[in-house]
C-alpha cells in the first residue's frame, strides 16, 4: 500500500509542465546524477480559481467529478496572512497540508506535510517563497532522513524520495553527491551515480536483481566514458541493456527483452560476437566481427536489426536481417511487424544486385536489378515508395501515405503530382530529370510530415523558388495536436526572403512581415478573427508591433513606438501551468510614457512602480524584464538602490546603489544561493578601494585595491568556467607580477615582466611538484623547456630557439589531431634527426616516426601530420 501511495504523491507534486522533461531525463538519467539540489524545483503550484466548494482531483491531479477521483480539496482556509491548503485521499485520509501565500495558487511557505493514505508522515519540508530551506525530512525503511536545503538547493545530509516508481537515495558528503535509484530493497537491484556540482558525473556502479556488481563506468577527462554502462527497464526495475566502452567508444551491448529473456548477446572472448533470440529464448542468428580501428566490421554470419521504442511491442520487433560471409555482405532481409519477410536483397562483392519485394502473404510484389549501385531495371518497394526503372532511367515512382495504400505522389521524368487522401490532386510539380535527379522547374512540391499530413510545401516558377510553406505540428492540451503554418516569399533566381506570413492554429493570418536583404522592413499584425491590429515600420521603429511565443497564439510582447521613441509596451511571459504545450501567459511588465510603468511577478504582485515626466522615467522602481535589474530612480536619474536578480526573482545576484547615475559605494555580488561572492567599492561610477571575494562559504579568499579603475595592491579574481577553479593576477603598486590559472593537469604560475610573461611554472594536479617550467617571448615559448617527474626529478629538457625546438625533448599536446586516443607527443631533436612519437593514455606507443631535416625542405612528411611543432605557445605543451 505504502508503494502505491507513494506513487499517487509524486502524481501531484511533478506537475505536468515538469512530467514530459523528466520522463526523458529518466531515460537518459544515468549521464546526469543530480536530482538532489534541485529538488524543490518539483513542487510546482497548481494554480486555481478562488475557491468555494470542494474540488476533485484524478490519479493526475487534474480536475475530476466525484465519482472518478482519486483525491480532494475542501475550500481554502485562510490563516493569519497565509491560507491553509490540505488534501485528503478520496477515502477521507489527509494526504497534505502546508500554508500558501496565495488562496488560489500552492506557493508554499513554512512548513508543508506530505501523508501516506494510512496516515503516517512521509515527508516534511521547511519552505520560503515556494523554495525549500531548512530542514526536508524523508524516510527510508522507517528510519528518519535530514537533508539540509537552503534557498532551493541541497546541501548536506540525505533523503530517500520517489519518482514515478522507483525510489532514490541521495546523500552529499563534503562535496560528492551519491544517488541510489532502485526498487524497494536499496540493496537490490540499483544503479549509483557519484557526482560533484562542479565536474558532475565520474562514476556509476550498476547491479542486477541479486544485488551483485554488473560493472561500472567512468567519465574521463576529456569527456569520454569508459567501461560498462547499464540501462534498466522500470516497474519493477530490471536490466534491459548492458553496453560495453573499452576504448571510450561504445563498442557493443546485451539486450535483453522485458520478461528477461536475451535479445542480443555480446561476447568479447574467445571473438567479438553477437548472438540473437525471439522473445521465447528462440536463436535467430549469431554474428562474428572483426575490431578494426576500434569498431567492430561484420565478418561472418546473420545480424539482426531490432526496433528500437519505448514500447515494449517495439523492442520485439526485427526489422531486418544482413548475411555475412567474409567480411562480404551477400543478403538483407527486411520484415513486416509481424516478422515476415517484406523484401531479399541479394549483394555481390558488398555492392546490390537484386532486390524482391514480397505482400504480407509471401506473394511476390516487384522485383529490382541493381547496376552501379542505382536502381536498373525492374520495380523497387521501398521506404513507402514503389518505383519503376527501366536501363537505369526513372519510368514512374508512387509514393504512399504511411502505413496505407493511399497514393501521396505520383512521379516520371517529367513530371510530379501531389494528391489528398481523397484522391484529388493538390498540385503538380513540372521537372527537368538528368543525371539520376529531377530539378524542379514549375509547380508545387509537397512533403509528408511527422505528424501533420502534410509537412511543407515549395512553389517553383521558371527554374526557381518563390514560396515555401511550412506546417509545424504542436502539441497544445493534453489531448490536442494543432497545425501552425508560415509561408516565405523569395526574389526570383535567389534564396533572398523578401516577405514572410505566419498564421494562428485556425488558419488566420497572425503576421506579415516584408524584408529588404535578410532585414525585416515593415510587419502588419492579425487578431485571430482577421482584423488589423497593428503595423510595424523595423527600419523607423516607428508603429504598433507584435511579437507572439514561439509557434503559439499567445502574443509576447506588443509595443508601440514613434520613430524610435517607446510609447506603450505589454510583455507576457509563460504562466504557471504551462503543461502538454500550454503556455497561459501572465502579464510581467507594462508602460505608458504618458503615466507610469507597472512590473509583475508571475503570480500578479507589483515588483516596481515608476511614474514619468516628459515621457521619460522619473521617479519610482524601474525593472527590466529582460536584465531582471531593479533600480530606484529620481528626478530622472538612477538614485538609489540597484539589485538583479535570477530568473525567477527569488535570488539576488547583485546589489548596490547609484548617485545621479553613477555607480556610488560598495556592489555586492551573490551566487545562485544567494551567498555573498565579491564585494566591490566604487566612487564615481570608477572601482576605487577595496574589492574582497569570498568563497561558497562565505570565507574571504582575496582581496584587491583598485586606484582609478585600475587593480593596484593584492590578488584579483579572474572569471572562468564553472568547472575550474578560478584564476588569479596579483598587483604590486599597480604593475602585474604573477598570474595563477588551472587547467585539466593542474595549477600554471606566471611570473610578468615588463607587462609580458617570463617564466610558467606548471604544477602536477593537487600538487607542489613542478611538472613544467618553460619562458616564453611575444607569447610563444622561448628558451629551455623543463619538465619534471611526480617525484619533483628533472626528466628531460629541450631547447627553443626562433620559435623552433632546436635540441632536446618536449611534450605537446594532441588537440590539433582530433584522435582522442592520443594522450600527448614526445618530441625529440639530435642535431638535424627529429623523432615524434603519438602517445595513448596508458603511456602506450601508438605511432612512430623519425626524420631528417633538409634544408630547405625542413620537415617535409611530419609536417603532414596536421602536428604543430614551430611557433609554439603555453596551449602547445603537455
Sequence with gaps: MLKKNKTLFFSKIFSSHFKNSIIMNLLNYQKTGIVFFFISLFFMPLTL???????????????????????????????????????????????????????????????????????????????KSNRLDGEFITFLDGEKLVAIYENGFGKSGVQNNTRFS?????????????????????????????????????????????????????????????????????????????????????????????????????????????????????????????????YLKPITGTEVTFAYGYKKEDFNKVLSTRIYNNGQLEKEEQHYNDGKIKSITSYKDNIKVLQVSFDETGKELARMAYKNYYPF???????????????????????????????????????????????????TLKVEYKNKYAKPLDGKRYEIGYNSEINNIETYKNRE??????????????????????????????????????????????????????????????????????????????????????TSNEVRLVKEENNGVLQTSKRYDYGLDTSYGVIN???????????????????????AKVNFKNKLPWKGVMYDAVSRIKYEINEGKRNGSYKKFNYNHEIILEEGQYVNDKKEGVFNGYNRLGKLQLTQTYKNDILEGESVNYDENGKETSSIIYKNGEPFEGTKILSVSYSRESAQEIYKKGILIKRISYDEQGRNVSTFKDGEIAETIAYYKDSDLKRLQYALNKNYVEGEVIRYDKKGKEQHRGIIKDYKLEFGTVYLSAYSLYDNRVAYIILKRKNDMVQLTLVGHKDETLFYVEENIEEGYGLKYIDRLNIYIDNLTPASLY
Design 166 to 294: 522507483s525510489d532514490i537515495y541521495t546523500e552529499i558528503k563534503n562535496d560528492t553527491i551519491k544517488e541510489v535509484v532502485y526498487d524497494d530493497d536499496i540493496s537490490g537491484i540499483r544503479y549509483e551515480n557519484y557526482s560533484t556540482l562542479k565536474s558532475g558525473r565520474f562514476l556509476s556502479k550498476y547491479y542486477d536483481k541479486k544485488g551483485k556488481k554488473i560493472g561500472e563506468i567512468k567519465t574521463l577527462k576529456n569527456g569520454y566514458l569508459k567501461g560498462v554502462e547499464v540501462y534498466y527497464y522500470f516497474e519493477p526495475m530490471r536490466v534491459k541493456q548492458i553496453s560495453y566502452h573499452p576504448y571510450e567508444k561504445l563498442l557493443g551491448d546485451t539486450d535483453y527483452y522485458a520478461n528477461g529473456q536475451l535479445r542480443t548477446w555480446f561476447q568479447t572472448d574467445p571473438e567479438y560476437k553477437k548472438t540473437f533470440f525471439k522473445e521465447d529464448g528462440t536463436e535467430l542468428g549469431s554474428i562474428i566481427y572483426e575490431l578494426q580501428n576500434d
Design 585 to 607: 501567459p501572465v502579464l510581467i511588465e507594462e508602460m505608458d510614457i504618458s503615466c507610469c510603468a507597472m512590473s509583475y511577478d508571475k503570480y500578479g504582485e507589483v515588483i
Design 465 to 550: 523558388l518563390i514560396e515555401r510553406t511550412n506546417f509545424i505540428t504542436k502539441q497544445v492540451g493534453k489531448d490536442s495536436l494543432v497545425d501552425f503554418k508560415n509561408t516565405s516569399y523569395y526574389k526570383d533566381g535567389s534564396y533572398s526572403k523578401y516577405r514572410e506570413i505566419r498564421y494562428y492554429s485556425n488558419g488566420a493570418k497572425q503576421s506579415d512581415i516584408t524584408f529588404e536583404d535578410y532585414d525585416k522592413k515593415l510587419g502588419k499584425f492579425y487578431s485571430d478573427k482577421g482584423d488589423l491590429i497593428g503595423t510595424y515600420d523595423y527600419i523607423k521603429k516607428d508603429g504598433k508591433l507584435y511579437e507572439f511565443f514561439d
Design 377 to 427: 531495371s525492374g520495380v523497387e518497394i521501398r521506404d513507402g515508395r514503389k518505383s519503376t526503372y527501366k536501363d537505369g532511367e526513372l519510368i514512374e515512382e508512387f509514393k504512399y501515405y504511411p502505413d496505407t495504400n493511399l497514393i501521396f505522389s505520383k512521379k516520371n521524368t517529367e513530371e510530379e503530382i501531389y494528391y489528398n487522401k481523397e484522391g484529388v490532386v493538390m498540385g
Design 49 to 127: 480559481e478562488a475557491q468555494q466548494d470542494t474540488v476533485y482531483y484524478n490519479i493526475s491531479w487534474k480536475e475530476a467529478v466525484k465519482d472518478s477521483a482519486a483525491f480532494f480539496r475542501p475550500p481554502v482556509k485562510k490563516e493569519g496572512d497565509l491560507f491553509r491548503v490540505e488534501d485528503y485521499y478520496i477515502s477521507g485520509q489527509k494526504q497534505m497540508s502546508g500554508l500558501s501565500k496565495y488562496e488560489d495558487k500552492d506557493f508554499w511557505v513554512e512548513k508543508v506535510s506530505w501523508y501516506t493514505e494510512e496516515g503516517n508522515l512521509y515527508q516534511e519540508g521547511n519552505y
